[in-house]
């Protein structure tokens, strides 16, 4: 019993299979059909265009002798009363440039004579002759084929054309004759694959000139009645016939000289099928054999998925590196989980290390699985019935728990920051665990989870721009700000085309030579017609998650260079313009291409524009970052690395860095408790890079005593609000015009 219900189920396992096997079949066999259906429309076509081709030549050569007649039927209208042997010596000298057989001319009686080539004279009746009739009514006439053993292959066709008096009246018919070969050499020339024929025809159905190798006496004979109705009816185009052994033929009718003669074209349907069956067949056999392979291919995969299935559920809902739940499995469990609580009793809280990349970088990928496995480890062992979590990607948890009051998340927060530091990584002060929680209200029920997960993302987003392990709770404001984010981020790339983005410049003193302002470093301000001026603090973290930083970086870039250019035309002193680039934007393919070409653009000299880097670039790719220094210099840019010391540099670095120049902020040394302490390092960072040729310049600098010790320190330049704070462009050229020292403001003080 047990067997047979495994075997029914087995069946029906097989069935849709089958069934997608024999759609698939049907499908291909339409699809087939489809394209004889096709190929047929485009034999019809080819026959009617071969057809029409050797209807051309036809055409060509019977109006050539048309022309003739006519030519020379105008000419006797002017010969009033010649005598007949007059005229037959005329004809005798028409024709030797001709080739007529003969040529002659008959008067309204159809009583005539004439001429052949050798000048033989013979007399002729043709009153009777259809064709004879036909010219005497003013219209150009052929007539059938004729017997002659005068011709060459024994037949001949008659031309003839009337000849009017002075008066306008018939007076007779001119005549010619031409071999029926020079007809028949013409339609004898094979059609199609060289299996078709053509056929002239008049229009009673009945054979005018036949081609030597001819279907005449297969298919066109045994439809001889069907092909004259089609010339009655005056149809021209392709259709098929059959022979008496039922052999199929494609049709062509085309009028020769309407109302005399027809063309009729004729192929086997066979030659014209020829190649696309044998591909129709072709392609049959791959589909069957593929639909075999198929079927066993899916026999094999269900054996294998019924082996495997309790596997691959595991695999679909667990994390590799942890063994813990992944976002899927967590989905899953937490709308269980939901269904069954009061809301408004459980929060979901989202988390991840605020230096994670740095140990990853620094310490590496290993120390960094180790670090998550350990946080998974705690995770795992504080679940319970109220508490589930799991991890989501990267460095990247998130958990729902039943918990009413706020001191269980700070407690448990806590407790895993010191299990983390009991389990080896009491080593690691810096390691920081911001967390985003939403607290849910019964509203939220019927919400996704996803959903959920995302308010305590934004939360966690907050979390992440304060200070160590912050504890941030989502709330409208955390929405407010989040919607503007997005609503910022969508403003960008037309607030780009619209010029929104402002040029800003901080002048940079050269504190070593009386103060001298020696140049500005570039910033941005955003002019929104809906927020008015925004600061960069606010716009420039978002736009470093996505592109939108690379194409403000080039646009200010550029921007600085339409400055710079309008500047130094118009007799401005040369100064040194930095300029910021974001990290994201340095390993661009064709960034150093990029630049160079819009310097060369605007034609700034060499050694003006300066490139500045932040250091966090460091931890990305020391070697690259240094070839693409290397590479700027050689196309005449400056390059300085920004917020030296503060991260990921250090001394063993500094040997290595091609850099003009060097910025120390001076805020970040501030953190320090020891003010002498701290000089002493400021004071060697100058000192090694003075001897590595390297300038240095000291940022954030807001205090008079500050600036007395950089100067004594031999530090080069100084930037910040002791001397001038960021200002529009134009106000910098105007400070530019007005002096070239600045003197300490002592009003100015902080940012």
């Known amino acids: 019993m047990r067997w047979s219900k495994r075997g029914k189920k087995e069946m029906q396992g097989m069935l849709l299979p089958v069934i997608v096997c024999v759609c698939f079949i049907a499908s291909s066999l339409l699809f087939l059909v489809q ?68 040529m002659g001319y008959a008067d309204a009686s159809g009583q005539g004579e004439m001429v052949d080539l050798a000048g033989n004279i013979e007399t002729i009746s043709i009153a009777e002759e259809a064709f004879f009739q036909r010219a005497m009514e003013g219209k150009k006439s052929i007539s059938m084929t004729f017997k002659d053993s005068n011709a060459a292959g024994g037949y001949v066709n008659y031309f003839a054309t009337r000849v009017l008096d002075n008066d306008g009246e018939t007076e007779g018919v001119l005549c010619a004759v031409h071999s029926t070969n020079v007809l028949r050499a013409i339609i004898d020339m ?17 054979f005018v000139i036949i081609s030597k190798p001819s279907m005449a ?21 392709s259709f098929t016939v059959k022979d008496e052994k039922g052999r199929k033929y494609m049709v062509n009718v085309l009028p020769l000289i309407e109302g005399q003669w027809y063309q009729v074209s004729t192929v086997p349907v066979a030659v014209l099928r020829s190649s696309y069956i044998e591909t129709a067949r072709g392609i049959m056999a791959i589909i069957l054999a593929a639909c075999v392979l198929f079927i066993w291919l899916i026999s094999s995969q269900r054996r294998m998925a019924a082996e495997n299935q309790k596997t691959l559920m595991k695999l679909a809902y667990s994390d590799s590196l942890t063994g813990m739940r992944n976002f899927d499995g967590f989905k899953k469990d937490a709308e269980k989980f939901l269904s069954e609580q009061e809301l408004s009793a459980c929060l979901i809280w989202y988390a991840d290390f605020k230096n ?85 209200k019964e509203s939220d029920r ?49 607030a780009i085309r619209n010029r929104e983005f402002r040029l800003y410049m901080q002048p940079k003193v050269d504190i070593q030579n009386g103060n001298r302002i020696c140049g500005a470093e570039v910033l941005v301000r955003w002019q929104n017609p809906r927020l008015g001026l925004i ?33 130094l035309n118009g ?55 240094c070839d693409l220094v290397i590479k700027l210099r050689k196309e005449g840019f400056l390059c300085s690395l ?20 060097l910025k120390l902020d001076i805020m970040f040394f501030r953190k320090s408790r020891d003010v002498r302490r701290e000089r002493i390092v400021v004071s060697n960072f100058i000192n090694m890079a003075k001897q590595l040729n390297i300038t240095t310049i000291a940022e954030g600098v807001e205090e008079e005593d500050t600036v007395e010790f950089l100067q004594n320190a031999d530090c080069d330049v100084i930037q910040g609000y002791i001397f001038a704070k960021p200002m529009p462009k134009e106000e910098f050229e105007a400070m530019l015009g007005r002096t070239d020292h600045l003197a300490i403001n002592h009003n100015e003080q902080g940012y």
């Open 535 to 567: 600061p960069p603090g606010r716009f420039i973290p978002l736009f470093e998650k996505s592109d939108l930083i690379i194409k403000l970086d080039r646009y200010m870039f550029e921007q600085a260079c339409i400055w710079l250019k309008s500047y």
């Open 190 to 206: 094979p059609l199609l694959k060289n299996s078709g024929y053509s056929d002239i025809l008049n229009e009673s159905g009945d």
């Open 35 to 102: 394209m004889i259906i096709k190929s047929e429309e485009e034999n019809i076509t080819d026959l009617y265009n071969a057809a029409n081709q050797t209807r051309t030549a036809l055409l060509k050569q019977i109006e050539g002798d048309w022309q003739t007649l006519e030519g020379l039927s105008v000419s006797l209208q002017s010969l009033a009363n010649i005598r007949t042997d007059e005229l037959m010596e005329i004809l005798t000298d028409v024709n030797d440039k001709n080739a007529f057989i003969r």
């Open 571 to 625: 007799g401005g002193r040369p100064v040194n313009i930095a300029v910021n680039v974001s990290k994201v934007g340095i390993f661009q393919p064709g960034f150093v291409e990029y630049y160079a070409a819009v310097k060369k653009k605007y034609g700034i000299p060499d050694h003006m524009l300066e490139l500045e880097f932040t250091e966090n670039i460091l931890a990305v790719d020391t070697e690259l970052f």
């Open 446 to 494: 019927g919400q996704t989870v996803d959903v959920l997960v995302n308010y305590a993302n934004m939360a966690h987003k907050t979390a992440k721009e304060k200070n160590g392990s912050a504890f941030v709770y989502y709330d409208d404001d955390i929405r407010k700000k989040t919607l503007e984010d997005s609503s910022l981020e969508a403003e960008a790339e037309s």
């Open 217 to 237: 006496e297969t298919a066109l004979s045994s439809n001889q009645e069907a092909i004259a109705e089609r010339i009655r009816e005056e149809e021209s185009g």
């Open 356 to 440: 994670f990349k740095f140990i990853n970088d620094v310490l590496g990928y290993e120390e960094g699985d180790r670090l998550l496995s350990m946080v998974a480890e705690y995770l795992k062992m504080v679940e319970s019935p109220d508490c589930m979590s799991c991890r989501i990607a990267a460095d990247n948890f998130t958990g729902i728990m039943r918990c009413r009051e706020d001191e269980g998340l700070v407690r448990g927060h806590k407790e895993i920051l010191d299990y983390l530091k009991q389990s080896g990584m009491e080593n690691f002060p810096f390691l920081e665990i911001p967390l985003g929680v939403y607290r849910l």
């Open 642 to 661: 920004d917020d030296f010391g503060s991260g990921y540099s250090s001394l063993n670095l500094l040997k290595d860095l091609p850099v003009d120049a």
